[in-house]
């Protein structure tokens, strides 16, 4: 899927704590596990339950763009 950050996010990721997520476009994958797996590079992505995903769509944070 395809999701829309408008406005710039601070998000821990996996590789490197705190990495900015700019306001702009990005790809979203359902992972195995039942998260959420939001892609800045193949290397850094910020995983999310559906809860907290869900949240950041209700708040305008998030918008997906595609399914």
């Known amino acids: ?7 710039g996010q ?3 990721t996996q590789e490197i704590p705190a990495t900015l997520f700019p ?7 359902l992972t195995p596990e039942g ?3 939001v892609l800045v590079t ?3 992505k910020a995983l999310f339950s559906f809860s907290q995903f869900r949240e950041k769509v209700s ?5 997906v ?3």
């Open 42 to 44: 193949r290397q850094i």
């Open 35 to 37: 998260k959420i797996e």
């Open 65 to 67: 763009i595609e399914n």
């Open 59 to 63: 708040q305008g944070d998030f918008v």
């Open 10 to 12: 601070v998000l821990d």
């Open 23 to 29: 306001a702009g476009e990005y790809l979203a994958n």
């Open 1 to 7: 899927m395809r999701i829309k950050i408008t406005k």
